[in-house]
């Protein structure tokens, strides 16, 4: 037999108040934008003008490549650790 004894000070009523969790939910075009937007939400700037990047793997530095040269074409200044900014300057785009 289930004893309720256990359940003792449980809060029995369920509810989507997240007070302490942090946790951000967005809804976008595609994930990009929802991400953007939750991003948003919590209160982050987004860079106006200079951003630094620092991107680990060979594999994910392939990956950002397009994203890299977008921001490069908006207009931003880049700059980068030293394998990030090597690997960028060796595919044409200038990252100091």
Excluded: W
């Excluded at 030293?82 to 960028?88: E, F, H, N, Q, R």
Aim: proline share 2%; glycine share 12%.
């Amino acid at each position: 037999m289930f004893s309720y004894a256990r359940l003792t000070g449980a809060d029995v009523l369920l509810g989507v108040a997240m007070a302490s969790t942090g946790e951000v939910a967005c809804f976008g075009e595609d994930r990009y934008e929802a991400f953007y937007k939750a991003t948003l939400s919590t209160g982050f700037k987004p860079p106006k003008k200079n951003i630094l990047l620092s991107v680990g793997s060979y594999k994910a530095k392939c990956e950002m490549l397009s994203s890299v040269t977008l921001l490069k074409q908006l207009g931003f200044n880049l700059f980068g650790s030293i394998g990030t900014a090597d690997y960028y300057n060796e595919h044409g785009i200038k990252v100091g």
